[in-house]
């Protein structure tokens, strides 16, 4: 597939609406708070700015749906498990996301899960992997920003990602060097376009 178009198409708050019921497969970002979700869907949309990106954690917090070749959806879903943040606030982001997998499960081709090359797979990280094969959802592991660290420093973030996600095969990229781009959007594409 060649991308022709994106557009942004509209925010869902949990439970705010019926969920739009098409039948479009869609694609799916996950990740905790400032792990580059926003950043990595504009390098494969090959856009600057569309999807918002910011320095401030926690900015995202409805689910964001952009619409790829007036066919597919590419949705940005709020970051999750932020100790931080209330409890209350953090019930509902999770809640939202939850919401959200289940009502368009039979759609989503792929939940990709992001992983901070410097971070390491967190409690968070992990539980939500669960929670996805739980569903029978096929989940593509991303590593971000390893630009940032060694050489050293990113075979261990590798191993454990090894270790923690069962083995499954990741990708390792930087949208700021622009590393493994085009290949995890061609890859994103494949499953897009599944059955
Ligand atoms: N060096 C470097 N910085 C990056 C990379 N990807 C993202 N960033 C920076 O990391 C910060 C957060 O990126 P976002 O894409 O907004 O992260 P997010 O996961 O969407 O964050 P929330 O919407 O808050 O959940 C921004 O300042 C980005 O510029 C990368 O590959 N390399
Ligand atoms: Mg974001």
């Not at 096929?138 to 060694?150: A, E, G, P």
Request: net charge positive; hydrophobic share 45%.
């Amino acid at each position: 597939m060649k991308l022709k178009e994106v557009k942004f198409v509209k925010s869902v708050a949990i439970n705010s609406e019926k969920v739009f019921f098409d039948e479009k497969h869609e694609i799916i970002f996950l990740g905790r708070s400032n792990v580059g979700k926003s950043s990595l869907m504009n390098a494969i949309f090959e856009k600057k700015d569309l999807v918002k990106t910011s320095s401030m954690p926690g900015k995202t917090r409805t689910a964001n749906l952009f619409l790829l070749n007036n066919k597919y959806y590419f949705t940005d879903l709020p970051w999750y498990g932020f100790a931080k943040m209330w409890k209350e606030k953090k019930q509902d982001l999770d809640g939202l996301i939850s919401w959200y997998i289940e009502e368009r499960r039979q759609y989503i081709k792929s939940a990709v899960v992001l992983i901070d090359s410097r971070l390491w797979p967190q409690e968070s990280d992990i539980a939500m992997y669960r929670y996805l094969l739980d569903l029978d959802m096929d989940v593509t592991i991303v590593i971000t920003k390893i630009d940032k660290v060694s050489n050293n420093d990113l075979a261990k973030a590798k191993s454990l990602c090894e270790k923690a996600f069962f083995w499954q095969e990741f990708n390792a990229v930087s949208t700021k060097s622009m590393i493994w781009i085009k290949e995890i959007r061609n890859l994103l594409f494949e499953k897009v376009l599944g059955n």
